[in-house]
């Protein structure tokens, strides 16, 4: 079975504030974990990615966290824009496996 | 843009048929894995091709088949086709074989079996 899930299945946030996606993983072997966007019609687009000996990674308006103790990833996109209304997925993959196994993703809709 | 390509974009086909889509990577990418979307899904891990071989699969039967080809663009092949197979395809490309390296997906073949 999946061994990655979200929290929420939808988000609704207003333009302009900061939107937190969670994520919660059962498989403590997972090193890497990958967060992605897709948009109706598209296929999924890398945002930001973290390795388990990070607990904290920032991008571009992102900053992904990960609770190891916890099984835990979110997503914290600031300054939400009407652009982030997509569905976003959390994937994680362990060392000396191929896959990257994804959760059933949470759709974030900006309210303007 | 990842400058990873898929065609057909969309392609239907009926129950019993066989098919045939197609992916070229990102350059400098040697390895495509393929992925299934079932509509409100997230993507599951069909098989991965390094170096021309499978290199990994998932829980997919046999009538799921793949290729990959020296210039690292690769097929995926599915023969009698089920209803259950109406999804999203996508290939994703990534530098290196496994998990490790970021794939990075094309924008999928949206086939429908009717």
């Known amino acids: 079975g999946e061994s990655v899930g979200l929290h929420l299945p939808t988000l609704s946030v207003q333009e302009g504030d900061n939107s937190i996606i969670n994520c919660a993983y059962s498989n403590s072997a997972s090193d890497y974990f990958i967060w992605y966007k897709q948009e109706s019609g598209k296929g999924p687009q890398f945002i930001i990615d973290?390795?388990?000996?990070?607990d904290k990674r920032q991008g571009q308006r992102v900053t992904v966290l990960l609770n190891k103790t916890v099984k835990h990833l979110s997503l914290q996109i600031a300054a939400t824009q009407p652009g982030d209304s997509a569905v976003y997925f959390c994937a994680e993959n362990k060392v000396d496996d191929y896959k990257l196994s994804f959760g059933a993703g949470t759709t974030v809709t900006v309210r303007a | 843009e990842t400058g990873v390509t898929q065609s057909p974009t969309h392609l239907i086909k009926t129950r019993g048929q066989q098919v045939t889509l197609r992916c070229s990577s990102q350059s400098g990418h040697n390895t495509v894995s393929w992925y299934q979307q079932a509509l409100g899904q997230g993507p599951q891990f069909i098989f991965q091709?390094?170096?021309?071989?499978?290199?990994g699969r998932g829980n997919f039967p046999p009538r799921f088949s793949g290729l990959q080809f020296p210039n690292y663009s690769s097929e995926l092949n599915v023969n009698a086709l089920e209803l259950d197979d109406s999804a999203l395809y996508l290939c994703a490309s990534s530098l290196g074989p496994g998990g490790q390296d970021t794939q990075y997906f094309g924008p999928g073949t949206r086939l429908t079996v009717l």
């Open positions: 973290i390795r388990s000996n990070m």
């Open positions: 091709y390094y170096r021309e071989e499978e290199n």
